[in-house]
């Protein structure tokens, strides 16, 4: 870089700066202080001198001018240093990023040739299965429509079945109902006959025991009389009139 560069301190770069002074020695220093010590002691030596203040403060400019000249030297350095990391690192991530660019490009473009190839196989295998449908549908229409034909052929022939079964249970169930009335009819007659022999036997029951009433009564008056046969006669021999007479 430029060596004119601003510094945060407000100073120039090290090229800028007036021509570096050494320093001027201890022991000039030492005597030069030992002489202001004595004049300001000695009542008889000369007073201080007028420039005595001014060079102090030329002397402590300079040390914190060397000091700042340090700092900004430590300071380029490490920049330098920081710089030349930075640069590292920005050439190695334009390294990387061109690398993953690129292979990024080529998994793109893989994908790219994938998804083309898949799509030309996904349409192909769509217009196959559309073809297969359409002609699945033909044939469950042509089914369906066999289907519809023999139902309705077996319902015609089941409604022939049902009507004839329909009218021969009606003749059926009306020669029933014939029959039903007619042995009703022959039901009711026995019945009828029924009642009126057994009002006839009873009848005649009745007349019957009526009649062996008056029997036993006339029974009962004549084992109360006196037959005269019950009494024994004399017997009669075998060679008589043919009548025995029992006794002892």
Request: with cysteine.
């Amino acid at each position: 870089g430029s060596s004119t560069q601003p510094l945060c301190c407000g100073l120039a770069a090290p090229n800028s700066l007036p021509p570096f002074r050494p320093p001027l020695s201890s022991a000039f220093l030492a005597s030069s202080s030992a002489m202001a010590m004595m004049s300001g002691s000695m009542p008889y030596m000369t007073e201080q001198h007028p420039y005595d203040t001014a060079y102090g403060l030329v002397k402590k400019l300079r040390a914190d001018l060397e000091d700042l000249r340090a700092a900004l030297h430590a300071e380029q350095q490490q920049r330098a240093a920081e710089v030349t990391e930075l640069k590292q690192e920005v050439l190695a991530l334009r390294e990387t990023i061109t690398k993953e660019r690129t292979e990024r490009q080529a998994i793109s473009h893989k994908l790219m040739n994938d998804m083309t190839h898949e799509t030309s196989t996904r349409v192909k295998s769509l217009e196959e299965l559309k073809a297969m449908h359409r002609q699945h549908l033909g044939d469950l229409n042509t089914l369906l429509q066999d289907e519809i034909r023999d139902r309705k052929a077996c319902e015609n022939l089941r409604d022939t079945r049902e009507m004839t079964a329909e009218s021969e249970r009606r003749a059926e169930n009306d020669q029933i109902h014939k029959d039903i009335n007619t042995q009703k009819a022959a039901y009711m007659a026995t019945k009828d006959e029924h009642a009126t022999r057994m009002n006839n036997m009873n009848h005649d029951l009745q007349v019957v025991v009526s009649y062996l009433r008056k029997v036993n009564s006339s029974w009962d008056s004549l084992r109360s009389g006196k037959l005269l046969s019950g009494n024994k006669g004399p017997a009669i021999s075998a060679s008589g009139n043919g009548f025995y007479g029992g006794g002892k």
